[in-house]
C-alpha cells in the first residue's frame, strides 16, 4: 500500500511556531489533508491541499506542498496550549478518491 | 446535525465474545469506513461500503465482519473477540462524488479484549 510517514514527537513552547512534517510515496495524491486528534475524541478536520497547490494559508495554519520531495508540512503559527493533540497526515488518490492512506500521527506537545 | 455517531463508547469483551459496533450518520453520505487506530500504527482501514447493501475489505479484514442494510448505517461485528482485536475503533464517512471529500469521523469505541 501506499506509505505516508510521520515523525512520532515534537515538542514546542507556547506563542513559537510548529512544524510538522509529513513524506508521501505515491505521486498520484489529488489532495493531501492534516486531522486533528484530540484525547478521547475522534479525528478533526484541520485543513487541505490540492496536489497543483504549494501553499495554503488558513488563519495560523500554513500547508506547504514540495511535491517533487512528495513532503507536506503544517506549520501552526503563535502555538498554544489548546494545540497539544496528535496531528495525522492523509492522502486520497488520483485513481482512488475515497481510499485514504494515513500517516501513524504526531504528537504534539506544547509547553506552558 | 449530529455528524458519525458511534455507540458504544467503551467495552470490555472476554476472548471468544461476540460484538456489534454501531455507526449512524446523519449526513446522507454514500461512503462509509471502519478503521482500527493502535499506538504507533496510525489508522488501518479494517472494511469500507460505497452503498446501501455493497461493503469491501480494507487492509485488516480478519476477524471483523461488517453490514450497510441502511445507507446511514454501518455496522462492524466481532464474532469471536481476540486479545489482538484490543483497539480504538473509528466509524467515518465521506461523499462518494466529487474529488474533495474528507472524511467525517466518530468519536470512537474503546475496546479491550481480555
Known amino acids: 500500500g501506499e506509505d505516508v510517514e510521520q515523525s512520532l514527537f515534537l515538542s514546542v513552547r507556547e506563542g513559537d511556531s510548529s512544524v510538522i512534517n509529513c513524506t508521501y510515496t505515491?505521486?498520484?495524491?489529488?489532495?493531501l489533508y492534516w486531522y486533528k486528534q484530540e484525547p478521547g475524541a475522534g479525528l478533526q478536520l484541520l485543513t487541505y491541499?490540492?496536489?497543483?497547490?504549494d501553499m495554503k494559508q488558513d488563519q495560523r495554519l500554513t500547508v506547504l506542498l514540495n511535491k517533487k520531495d512528495k513532503h507536506l508540512s503544517l506549520r501552526i503559527a503563535d502555538t498554544q496550549t489548546g494545540d497539544s493533540a496528535i496531528y495525522f497526515c492523509a492522502e486520497s488518490l488520483l485513481y482512488n478518491f475515497n481510499k485514504f492512506y494515513f500517516g501513524s500521527g504526531t504528537k504534539l506537545n506544547v509547553k506552558p | 446535525n449530529a455528524g458519525v455517531t458511534q455507540t458504544p463508547k467503551f467495552r470490555v469483551l472476554k476472548t471468544g465474545q461476540s460484538m456489534t459496533l454501531l455507526c449512524a450518520q446523519d449526513m446522507n453520505h454514500e461512503y462509509m469506513y471502519w478503521y482500527r487506530q493502535d499506538p504507533g500504527m496510525g489508522l488501518r482501514l479494517i472494511h469500507y461500503s460505497v452503498g446501501e447493501g455493497t461493503t469491501a475489505k480494507g487492509e485488516v479484514p480478519d476477524g471483523y465482519n461488517v453490514s450497510r442494510l441502511k445507507k446511514q448505517n454501518f455496522l462492524l461485528g466481532l464474532e469471536s473477540a481476540a486479545p489482538s482485536q484490543t483497539s480504538v475503533y473509528f466509524c467515518?464517512?465521506?461523499?462518494?462524488?466529487?474529488?474533495?471529500?474528507?472524511?467525517?469521523f466518530g468519536n470512537g469505541t474503546r475496546l479491550t479484549v481480555t
Open positions: 491541499i490540492f496536489s497543483n497547490m
Open positions: 467515518a464517512s465521506s461523499y462518494s462524488t466529487g474529488q474533495n471529500s474528507p472524511l467525517h
Open positions: 505515491d505521486s498520484s495524491s489529488t489532495y
